[in-house]
């Protein structure tokens, strides 16, 4: 087959919704633009363990650090699904994670700003997971056939992760003037943060076009965003909390929140790597990776010498 004709049995595959499966025929450019994001979100998932991971052993009830320590735990699983979805691509773990650790892999902004409090752990919960859910429940339509199954079964753990946020702001939000205080002071904080996880406005965003012909995305980030602001902006009420954006008004026109304008040039700057945390992530993320060596090598020499058994009871 030609080509030409290999593509036109490609795209005629995504537009029949067709899902896409490692040992298919792929254009080169549709094979790097997944194995980039799906990689990229796996970064994501292992770095977003460190900001929340911070409060572990700060929880302030035995309940509360039982529910901390599984979401961090299935946010480790989350990056685990998608390294293996990235790997049918043809990368090796090992040359992601070093791509993480060496700065040259991006990972999410949104984990390059500190937890101050314990009333950040409901807003991250609340924001950053309502934020990376919205995304995800796309993407459990994208094209890539492994991408999508591992989407699935995040989507549905990410889905408790948001509640439990929500209902930790909720309870902050009941007491007294202090805490009232810091729950307000945490939206404040990761507002602006969680819009800028969708990415560059459209007019801006290099990849977006081709990923949607692809089906790779099949909405827009400033069409998400959107979303995001629109189901925030009424979900606050039940905080009796604000939005620091004094911009946000109902547009009945467009049936939509209008909302104010984000700081491109704090964006870029975190993506760039100069955020409040970047040096900070990296280091804990080399200086992990350093002490788990021992961790590594043991797994490895207990499955050989599993192998070496089984080889030894089939002989
Ligand atoms: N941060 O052309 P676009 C989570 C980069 S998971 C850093 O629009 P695209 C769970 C982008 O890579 C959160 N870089 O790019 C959790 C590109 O650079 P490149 C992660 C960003 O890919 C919760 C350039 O800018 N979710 O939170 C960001 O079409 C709590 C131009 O941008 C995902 O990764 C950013 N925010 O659209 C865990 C979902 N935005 O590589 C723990 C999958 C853009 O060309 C605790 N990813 N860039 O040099 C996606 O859906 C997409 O990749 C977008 C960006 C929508 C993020």
């Known amino acids: 087959m030609s080509l030409h004709d290999l593509e036109k049995t490609f795209q005629d595959k995504i537009d029949k919704e067709i899902k896409i499966e490692p040992k298919d025929w792929m254009p080169e450019a549709y094979r790097k633009t997944n194995l980039r994001q799906i990689s990229q979100h796996a970064h994501s998932e292992i770095v977003g363990m460190l900001p929340e991971g911070n409060w572990i052993t700060r929880a302030p009830t035995l309940k509360r650090k039982a529910i901390l320590i599984a979401k961090v735990q299935d946010e480790a699983g989350h990056g685990l699904y998608l390294y293996s979805a990235a790997e049918t691509l043809g990368t090796s773990r090992e040359q992601m994670v070093e791509d993480l650790n060496s700065g040259k892999a991006k990972y999410s902004s949104i984990f390059n700003y500190p937890t101050l409090t314990w009333a950040d752990m409901g807003a991250v919960g609340w924001l950053v997971d ?40 909720l309870v902050l939000s009941k007491g007294t003037k202090e805490q009232k205080a810091m729950c307000q002071d945490a939206i404040n904080r990761w507002w602006w943060p969680s819009l800028m996880m969708f990415g560059p406005k459209d007019s801006e965003s290099t990849n977006s076009d081709q990923s949607i012909k692809w089906k790779i995305k ?5 069409e998400l965003r959107q979303q995001f602001v629109d189901m925030i902006t009424e979900q606050i009420k039940l905080l009796g909390m604000t939005l620091p954006d004094e911009n946000i008004r109902w547009n009945k026109e467009r049936n939509h929140y209008d909302f104010g304008e984000i700081n491109w040039d704090e964006f870029w700057n975190v993506v760039k790597g100069n955020g409040p945390c970047n040096k900070q992530r990296l280091e804990v993320k080399n200086k992990d990776h350093q002490e788990g060596l021992w961790v590594r090598e043991a797994a490895l020499a207990y499955a050989e010498k599993k192998r070496l058994r089984v080889t030894a009871k089939v002989a």
């Open 130 to 169: 309502g934020a990376a859910i919205l995304n995800q429940v796309m993407l459990c339509r994208t094209s890539y056939g492994p991408y999508a199954r591992a989407m699935v079964r995040i989507c549905k753990e990410e889905s408790f992760h948001q509640r439990q946020g929500f209902e930790t702001l």
């Open 218 to 222: 099949r909405k827009t980030n400033d």
